[in-house]
């Protein structure tokens, strides 16, 4: 129930909003309604998350994810420079503003800044130095902007879940988020006519307001693994008596009575046909280093994993099966592609990126050519007159912030590393199927990093970011346990 205090100013404010437009209607000029009308409602958008983040603050965070199949809806152009602004940017900027707000006045700021947050922000400063000495500054304040939104993201995530059960309900916004993102590419290729039995679309038109084939397909990947895992993580078998701990803060054990009927997979189906969906969507692209990592990580998932490992195996083949059966023309396709792996043109333009990434980073070893301007050296050398990243996270940092980058690269993977072998001492036993998932998670994220430019986008990034955010915040919320 919504407390007496709140429903009245939720009326006040109803009274007031409705007063302003009645005023916009009566005086502002017809040229001016457009834009009050705006303004009122962001005004009242930012309230309703006000009130959102006082009641459940963890659906601040759970909101942006999602958002991200909006894509841009707006853009401010200042001088030649024209901004796409995207829905899941203006939910960061409103959910940094509503908690900045809330931490004013108060004596105590329970703000929580672990070193991983300190190590991406040196990577930002590194980057914005970088303006200095490169050559485009458009292209660098671009890339700087997507890695100050991921920055917010995870500063976000580790503030704002605060509890346990909260943090297992932004764990939910992972398989949404694939689940809605799969939605806008099975429509976009049956839009296309990839349907059909003899006519497969081209991948470059694989445009939705996620972004381009490439940034749909490893979003979804990335997803996959952690949703599997919150699927096994919900079904697993209780027996007889089980030790619980009687509350998420307390230090002491009680003996509770299992639950009976035992849970079961079958008894979240929503969850199961989302992970499905999401899976057989991740074919259409036929991209094969997304695939590929999405087997290094479902490889690494089923050789670890204890409990219901016959599962994961028998949904994984499923999978493939009812992709080949009523998808036909993408299996033999795909076959295609992965036989002609060696040869093919993407193949030889991979390999001249590599070696054209290398060489730049050799003859600007310590600084590089800036952020977001390594694009503008493959047009110039590259045969093909193309703006591109390089397709591996590595050569790509080495590349534009030379070795001082790849140090902060190294200190940045390393602070995550930490984290996991840190989450793996304290987790608690019926966890230990989370903390695979996180594990398969990143798996997925380093294989497919080695091949593709995906690091650099901005979706792609914020599910990223959104992942270590909950791995830190779950290693915070153990410790915390441990010590009360």
């Known amino acids: 129930m919504i407390k007496k205090e709140t429903q009245n100013l939720i009326i006040t404010f109803s009274i007031i909003l409705a007063l302003l437009i009645a005023l916009v209607f009566l005086v502002m000029p017809q040229d001016w309604r457009v834009g009050s009308f705006i303004v009122l409602g962001a005004l009242t958008g930012l309230i309703m998350l006000w009130f959102l983040y006082k009641k459940w603050p963890w659906i601040l965070v759970f909101i942006i994810l999602p958002a991200i199949i909006v894509g841009p809806i707006a853009t401010l152009t200042v001088r030649d420079y024209s901004y796409e602004i995207s829905l899941a940017e203006i939910l960061i900027l409103a959910a940094m503003l509503i908690f900045i707000f809330d931490k004013l006045g108060q004596t105590k700021l329970d703000i929580k800044l672990p070193r991983v947050l300190w190590a991406l922000a040196g990577f930002i400063g590194l980057a914005i130095m970088s303006v200095l000495w490169a050559d485009n500054f458009s292209r660098a304040l671009i890339a700087i902007r997507v890695l100050v939104y991921h920055w917010l993201v995870l500063f976000l995530v580790i503030n704002i879940i605060k509890t346990k059960k909260d943090w297992k309900r932004a764990l939910w916004a992972l398989p949404i988020t694939a689940f809605l993102v799969a ?260 798996v997925v994220a380093i294989t497919n990093s080695m091949v593709e430019v995906t690091f650099v986008g901005l979706n792609y990034g914020l599910v990223f970011w959104y992942i270590i955010g909950l791995v830190v915040s779950r290693s915070i919320l153990a410790q915390l346990s441990k010590l009360k």
């Open 183 to 442: 939605l806008q590419l099975f429509y976009k290729v049956l839009e296309l006519g990839g349907w059909s039995t003899i006519f497969i679309p081209d991948r470059t038109q694989l445009i939705t307001p996620v972004g381009s084939w490439v940034f749909i397909s490893a979003i979804i990947v990335l997803c996959l693994p952690l949703s599997w895992a919150l699927l096994l993580s919900r079904s697993q078998k209780l027996r007889g008596l089980a030790l619980y701990k009687d509350d998420f803060f307390t230090s002491g054990w009680v003996v509770k009575p299992a639950k009976t009927p035992a849970k079961k997979w079958l008894q979240y189906p929503g969850l199961f046909l989302m992970i499905i969906f999401s899976a057989l969507a991740s074919f259409f692209t036929l991209g094969k280093g997304e695939l590929l990592s999405l087997a290094a990580g479902l490889v690494y998932f089923f050789k670890k994993q204890r409990a219901k490992k016959w599962l994961t195996g028998v949904v994984a083949a499923a999978i493939v099966v009812l992709f080949l059966i009523f998808f036909s023309q993408y299996g033999s396709q795909f076959w295609q592609r992965i036989s002609g792996t060696f040869s093919d043109h993407n193949t030889r333009f991979r390999i001249k990126e590599f070696k054209t990434g290398i060489s730049v980073f050799a003859h600007q070893p310590f600084f590089g050519v800036g952020i977001g301007n390594l694009k503008l050296v493959y047009r110039a050398q590259l045969p093909w007159f193309v703006e591109t990243e390089s397709n591996n996270i590595i050569i790509q940092v080495l590349a534009e912030l030379g070795v001082i980058g790849g140090l902060v690269l190294y200190f940045l993977v390393r602070e995550i590393a930490l984290i996991f072998w840190s989450l793996k001492v304290v987790i608690a036993k019926r966890d230990k199927i989370l903390l695979l998932g996180f594990a398969s998670t990143m």
